[in-house]
Structure formats: C-alpha cells, structure tokens
C-alpha cells in the first residue's frame, strides 16, 4: 500500500494521500505521535531553526495568537531539526504554548517538505492533515518569509468545513 508520491528515490505524502505516521520527542522528552491523534485537524508548522529571527517571529506570532489556533480546536505543533534541548530553552525563552518537535536527522522533514529548486533547509512549510490522517494542504516557503496567522487559521478552518462536508 502505498499512498505517497516517489520523488528522488524517497517517499514524499501527497497531498490528498494519507499523512505518514511518525514518532519525535517534544521539548519536554516526551514522545509525540501522528496516528495518537486520528480524529483531529493537525497542523504541522515545519520551520528551519530555533532563535532565528523569521522562526522566532513566526513561533511568537502563533503565541501571540494561541486563542484563535484554540479556537479551531486542531492540535499545533512545530518541527524543526534542533535536539530536544534546544526546543527546551527555545519554547521557554519564548514562552510557546505548543510541542516543539526534534526532528534531528529531518527524517520527517523530508517526508513533508520538498521544494523544486531549494533544500529543506531553506524552507518553512505548513502541513494541514484532517482529522481522518489525510494531508489537506501544504504551503512551502522560503525561510525568509513567514505565513501569516490568518491564512494559517483558514486552513484549519476549511479543513474542518471539508470534513463536515465530506462526512455528513
């Protein structure tokens, strides 16, 4: 069964194929599971680096606007390839009130993010999967800029509308 896109002799989700399950640690050293969450909207925010300055704003944002993520009642989370101690210090500095995820070898990056022309790490990407695991959208960037909030929050928004739709 294979649900994903080959691309460069690796597997790549597509969107409107199942998410790939995987396992990080979160700053806190617990384990975070994909499959632990079937039945929710996840939003997967792949960002390149901790303490940088676009990373730093984008994660702050995302604080800065924690009501209206709660709101939508998706489970948030960041990955990015620092180690376990480097989200720590990172989500503490800044006070983030979501999982940060080591992700690293960017094992999983890669399984999420891909770009025609540049490496992952020069990119920052918003993964939407739905509440029954499929991957609903993704927008990729470059680390220079940042998504917007609102936009984020759209996202998430239609992906519940695309839900109820798809299921009533």
Not at 7 to 27: E, H, K, R, W, Y
Request: proline share 5%.
């Amino acid at each position: 069964m294979n649900n994903f896109k080959e691309n460069s002799g690796d597997v790549f989700a597509s969107v409107g194929a199942p998410a790939p399950d995987f396992i990080l640690p979160t700053q806190s050293g617990v384990e975070w599971r994909l499959s632990e969450q079937t039945g929710k909207i996840i939003v997967l925010l792949f960002y390149p680096k901790n303490e940088t300055l676009v990373c730093t704003r984008q994660l702050c944002s995302v604080r800065d606007n924690w009501a209206e993520y709660l709101k939508t009642k998706a489970v948030i989370v960041g990955i990015s390839s620092g180690t376990v101690e480097e989200h720590r210090q990172f989500s503490s500095n800044h006070q983030l009130p979501l999982p940060l995820l080591a992700d690293e070898n960017r094992r999983v990056t890669k399984l999420y993010v891909r770009h025609k022309f540049f490496p992952i790490s020069f990119l920052r990407t918003i993964v939407v999967i739905d509440a029954r695991g499929i991957v609903r959208s993704r927008k990729t960037m470059l680390r220079a800029f940042r998504p917007q909030d609102a936009e984020v929050l759209k996202t998430i928004r239609s992906a519940h509308l695309d839900a109820m739709i798809h299921w009533a």
